[in-house]
């Protein structure tokens, strides 16, 4: 069945990087798009980045652009979130998901997506 797994969060002082990684299984990342979402304690979810299934298309919501890079390695069935030159307000639990529409561009619209991956939690602090 359709599954996504995401991994690498952890604690980074301010200014500092980290590399998310979203494992897909059961559908090829061919077929469909994925975006990385995160959410913090009180607050609504809201989009990061997403990556398109073969357009070769990726956004980047406000926030994060000129800091975050999304990408993908289809041999191995997984996509990434490079975060560079975190800010506090970066933490938060970091989601990845599958969008339902097949051959999908790529949206930032959560509604879209239907499958989600447990969350790996980022925390920047000094």
């Known amino acids: 069945q359709v599954q996504v797994a995401e991994s690498g969060g952890g604690f980074v002082q301010p200014g500092g990087s980290l590399r998310l990684s979203c494992a897909a299984s059961?559908?090829?990342?061919?077929?469909?798009?994925i975006g990385w979402f995160r959410q913090a304690p009180g607050k609504e979810r809201e989009a990061v980045s997403c990556?398109?299934?073969?357009?070769?298309?990726?956004r980047h919501a406000d926030s994060v652009k000129g800091r975050f890079s999304i990408s993908k390695d289809t041999s191995k069935n997984t996509v990434y979130l490079q975060m560079n030159g975190l800010k506090p307000e970066d933490t938060s639990i970091y989601y990845c998901?599958?969008?339902?529409?097949?051959?999908?561009?790529?949206?930032?619209?959560?509604?879209?997506?239907?499958?989600w991956g447990q969350g790996t939690q980022v925390t920047v602090s000094s």
């Open positions: 990556v398109s299934s073969r357009a070769g298309i990726t």
């Open positions: 059961g559908f090829t990342l061919d077929d469909h798009a």
């Open positions: 998901a599958v969008d339902s529409l097949r051959f999908s561009l790529c949206r930032l619209d959560p509604s879209h997506y239907n499958f």
